[in-house]
């Protein structure tokens, strides 16, 4: 996928191979019931491991795709497969470290007209990334180190909507989403060690019960505290319906109401409280009597409501806008000791602009929450639940000549933390990608290209920067 508005959270940041920004739509038009396709290109990545401590490397990169489309008189559905593999040239020279990463990625889409006033849609992509720990020595007798902790995932995301035209002017639009999310990366327990020092402020220390004098503490996971599954596992559904009214083929306004829920499957510990302050203004009482307290996966999931309004419209034969605005009411319910309840804005603006054939602009503006990695207790209690979002982008995408494309790509990021040790903490990220695309024949294609990435993050050891170069060729049958 590159959407262009993402998690900046570890979910999100996405597989190391080099896959191009402009990646390709589903493509629900062919002019034969099946095709096959295949890239072969050259690396170097500044760093591969995605960290605040890069390691780069040269490498090779093959991602073949079978697709197969089967137009009915009533119905388009179709199938596609992606497999990528990428390899690791610093890696391979380094002992203990697997130089393979894969990719695996299962698109279906059904188009289905019941009749002419009623259509049902559905989508669905199924992803899995293997993507091993790097544990390896970089020299003889050397300690191993960590590069990369395990973060082979599996994710799904299914989309429904049932559009039924009632009149000539008005329309509703029924949709159902679920996008589930599982990480191999697990395993954390809970441990205990006696306390030592001094807590700032009037803070009481809580003890495990049968001995005071201990505090909670998070063990296994190879020493790397709340585990991915633990902290990010979780399955997002919403239902909701638009009401749209169609003032002229050019113009249409809507306006709807979304429910969503997430629910964190993880069933793992994901932070612990260890001391309360006696002297706020609101004073926390633990719900178990004076012991640690332990944070369970489950401790984030929410519920929201959003209603929303907008307009599609068509300015010109080459210039068109879509804008949606409107707000969402979370509610964290399971956070055990602060119960937000959030009232923030969404949008999603856009505005298209095909200047020559061939050739167009786009630019947007989008605000939405999205998971995160970071949880950290604050002195109160409460866990970080998600973050507040808002992306800009544009693309450009130009024809040079009648083989030459170019792509100019970029996004930046804002995010803030909800709640939590770092809830006066924000996040920058910086994306940009440009690449040139030749046609050579109809069959056989070459492209050049560079991606930046750059997170900014004010909690520690979070940001990263990333360059990418790659050349290589593509052929489709």
Do not use: C
Not at 79 to 93: A, E, H, K, Q
Not at 161 to 176: A, E, G, I, R
Not at 196 to 210: C, E
Request: proline fraction near 4%; hydrophobic fraction near 35%.
């Amino acid at each position: 996928m590159k959407k262009l508005f993402v998690s900046t959270g570890l979910a999100a940041i996405g597989l190391a191979g080099i896959q191009a920004s402009y990646g390709d739509g589903l493509d629900i038009v062919s002019p034969k019931a099946w095709s096959i396709a295949g890239t072969l290109r050259g690396f170097y990545d500044d760093n591969y491991n995605i960290s605040h401590t890069s390691r780069g490397s040269w490498g090779t990169e093959f991602s073949p795709t079978v697709s197969l489309n089967v137009p009915l008189r009533q119905t388009d559905m179709g199938i596609r497969y992606t497999y990528g593999l990428y390899y690791y040239n610093d890696r391979d020279n380094t002992p203990g470290l697997n130089p393979f990463d894969q990719s695996h990625q299962v698109d279906v889409w059904l188009d289905h007209a019941i009749n002419e006033n009623w259509k049902l849609n559905f989508t669905d992509t199924f992803s899995a990334a293997d993507q091993p720990d790097l544990t390896g020595t970089v020299g003889p007798g050397s300690t191993p180190t960590t590069f990369r902790s395990q973060s082979s995932y599996i994710a799904n995301h299914a989309n429904i909507s049932l559009d039924t035209q009632w009149t000539k002017m008005f329309s509703t639009s029924l949709h159902y989403g679920n996008d589930f999310y599982s990480y191999q990366n697990s395993g954390t327990g809970v441990g205990y060690s006696a306390f030592s020092g001094t807590l700032p402020g009037p803070f009481t220390v809580l003890g495990n019960g049968a001995h005071p004098d201990q505090m909670a503490n998070l063990s296994g996971n190879g020493g790397n505290g709340a585990s991915l599954a633990g902290l990010l596992d979780r399955v997002e559904q919403n239902v909701g319906i638009d009401f749209q009214w169609t003032f002229s083929p050019e113009t249409m306004v809507f306006f709807g109401y979304t429910f969503s829920m997430a629910n964190y499957l993880g069933n793992e510990p994901i932070g612990v409280f260890n001391y309360l302050n006696p002297a706020a203004a609101v004073p926390v009482i633990n719900p178990n009597g004076q012991q640690s307290f332990v944070y369970n996966s489950n401790s984030r999931d929410s519920t929201s409501h959003e209603a929303h309004i907008g307009i599609d419209h068509q300015i010109t034969a080459n210039l068109s806008v879509a804008a949606t605005a409107g707000a969402s009411y979370t509610d964290n319910s399971n956070d055990p000791f602060q119960h937000y309840q959030v009232v923030s804005p969404t949008a999603n603006l856009s505005a298209t602009y095909t200047y020559l054939p061939g050739s167009y602009v786009q630019f947007g503006v989008t605000q939405a929450h999205n998971a995160t990695d970071v949880v950290q207790p604050d002195a109160g209690g409460g866990l970080t639940q998600y973050q507040d979002t808002t992306a800009v982008y544009a693309d450009l995408n130009h024809k040079l000549t009648e083989k030459l494309i170019a792509t100019i790509i970029g996004r930046y990021q804002y995010s803030s933390f909800q709640g939590g040790a770092n809830s006066s903490q924000t996040e920058s990220l910086v994306d940009a990608s440009v690449n040139l695309t030749y046609q050579i024949s109809r069959h056989f294609s070459a492209d050049a290209g560079y991606n930046f990435d750059d997170l900014f993050s004010g909690v520690q050891q979070r940001g990263f920067v990333r360059n990418r170069v790659y050349l290589g060729m593509s052929a489709n049958y």
